[in-house]
């Protein structure tokens, strides 16, 4: 029976690394292999890393953890989670960078950590982006009733699910250049926002010096102590959700030994830049008081971003927002059906998903799982018109913590990869990227993220109890924790011992002789050369 087991784990061990061997899948009509392509550019690769997943966590939610925690409570909590991220990104982007394969972090848990853990990181993410095309394509409908109150909202998320597919199918390119276009309007609304925001500060803007006095209302800057910073930490988890992206734009980028790094770095950058200035900006212009705060996550009107633009004078501010929020969710959309294709993929390539999902057409599209993904989460955003959206807001509590579930399982299969890597006397010089600080990183993510994965549903046990909230609440939790083990117990897979960890499928050699001579460029050849990778 062990021998059988033993013959079986071999079995599925190979065929889950196929993906990474060739970046192939077999076309089941003629048996004929195609290539899922390396079309996405250095600039496409950055640009996603910078604000790729910049959206409504930021643009409208943000006020809401303000709100909760008060200014000084906001900036620390984003702080934590957004130092959080930039360590799952250090794991994540030494892993893609050595292995760049499609649908990474599911196939790199199966491939180093359990096979287990690689089902369950791999269905629950899926899961997310899936439901995730339905939470966007209900959000166009509202954001178009802003401006054509009396036109039948349907018929917008139908227009933007059929722009979704047509982007999706035809070639990897078409999700980069939208991505990179999208993303750099966000970026702009940011860095537009946040200069905006300290005229206001300042009273440049609006005529009124606000300065630092938002800081010293009653409460102080932590009005709500411990648990409001605790509050703020599951608003920030969505806010920085889809950070982990970059590792599947890894199997199809150009020369991911320099996106990769380079994208991690940028993802630094974002957090400082973009989300930690933005807090400070919002905490600083608008008291945390303000009920318009609370309001904000539901009506663009009253957003924090509108609100500041306002305050400098900007009477159109719900105008551009809502134009702009319109653009960050079919960002989001698109984004939601290439993760979620690629990683349905990486399942049928680990045998964890039905074969067909591996084929891929001639442009170097898994089709069928962008079909897939995009039918199911159209079969979700079906039921939140239906039966007031109950089943709705239950699909969207199943994929809750998605996210954090994913950033926990990077960091354990980080620590196997590193183990791995080390047993057998590897060298590091064949790692093009090296996470910093080892272990440390990995252990402060696990930590932090199973007391937010646990910790979030704490609402639901003060008096009065409801049972069906405290389900509701944890149904992501209870999702994963029966993926993982009823893998485990009907399967029945063996850990992934360090000693036998493929470290040579689906690896790109560095050319140390080319990297050499590069470093050695003079600085005006060394510039012009990351131009023109950057745009090549």
Not at 46 to 71: D, E, R, V, W, Y
Not at 284 to 312: E, H, K, M, W
Not at 394 to 410: C, F, M, Y
Not at 438 to 446: A, E, H, K, T
């Amino acid at each position: 029976m062990d021998n059988e087991k033993t013959a079986a784990d071999s079995k599925s061990y190979a065929t889950s690394i196929e993906i990474a061997e060739s970046l192939s899948s077999t076309n089941v009509n003629n048996g004929a292999r195609r290539e899922l392509q390396r079309g996405l550019k250095a600039r496409h690769i950055q640009m996603i890393a910078l604000g790729g997943t910049i959206g409504t966590g930021l643009f409208m939610a943000s006020g809401k953890a303000i709100a909760n925690g008060g200014p000084g409570g906001a900036l620390v909590g984003y702080a934590v989670l957004g130092l959080l991220v930039f360590c799952v990104m250090m794991s994540l982007g030494e892993m893609a960078a050595y292995i760049p394969v499609a649908g990474s972090f599911a196939h790199f848990a199966t491939r180093f950590a359990d096979p287990s853990l690689g089902f369950c990181v791999g269905w629950v993410y899926w899961a997310n982006w899936a439901v995730g095309v339905a939470v966007e394509l209900t959000g166009v409908a509202i954001l178009m009733e802003f401006w054509l109150p009396n036109f039948p909202s349907v018929v917008w998320s139908i227009i933007c699910l059929v722009i979704l597919v047509a982007i999706n199918v035809f070639s990897v390119k078409g999700y980069g250049e939208i991505e990179y276009w999208f993303a750099f309007i966000k970026v702009l609304i940011v860095i537009i926002f946040i200069i905006v925001g300290f005229c206001v500060v300042t009273g440049t803007a609006g005529g009124d010096y606000i300065g630092v006095r938002n800081f010293h209302l009653e409460g102080g800057a932590f009005p709500n102590g411990f648990m409001g910073f605790f509050n703020v930490l599951l608003t920030a988890a969505f806010s920085f959700n889809g950070v982990e992206i970059v590792g599947i734009a890894a199997g199809e980028s150009q020369n991911p030994h320099k996106t990769v790094p380079a994208a991690v770095k940028q993802v630094f950058y974002r957090i400082v830049l973009f989300y930690i200035m933005s807090i400070l900006v919002i905490s600083l212009c608008i008291p945390y008081t303000d009920p318009n705060l609370l309001q904000g996550s539901d009506d663009i009107s009253v957003s924090p971003f509108t609100l500041v633009f306002r305050l400098a004078g900007a009477e159109w501010a719900a105008h551009l927002m809502n134009a702009i929020i319109l653009v960050t969710m079919i960002s989001a959309g698109n984004s939601g059906v290439y993760s979620s294709s690629r990683t349905l993929l990486a399942l049928a390539d680990n045998g964890n998903a039905p074969r067909f999902f591996t084929w891929v057409n001639r442009w170097g599209v898994p089709l069928w799982s962008v079909l897939a993904s995009c039918a199911i989460g159209c079969l979700a955003f079906l039921t939140s018109l239906f039966s007031s959206g109950v089943v709705f807001t239950w699909l969207t509590n199943l994929t809750s913590v998605a996210g954090l579930v994913t950033w926990v399982s990077i960091s354990i299969t980080h620590i196997r990869f590193r183990i791995g890597y080390r047993r057998q006397g590897l060298p590091d010089d064949q790692l093009p990227y090296k996470s910093p600080f080892f272990p440390l990183p990995d252990m402060f993510v696990i930590f932090i993220g199973t007391i937010v994965i646990f910790g979030q549903g704490y609402h639901t046990f003060e008096k009065p109890i409801n049972g069906s909230n405290v389900v509701a609440a944890y149904i992501g939790v209870i999702f994963s924790i029966v993926m993982y083990f009823g893998h485990k117990i009907i399967m029945r897979p063996a850990f992934i011992k360090s000693l036998e960890m493929d470290f040579v499928s689906g690896t790109i050699p560095i050319d140390h002789t080319k990297k050499a001579e590069e470093e050695h460029l003079p600085l005006k050849k060394r510039i012009l050369q990351k131009i023109h990778e950057y745009f090549t």
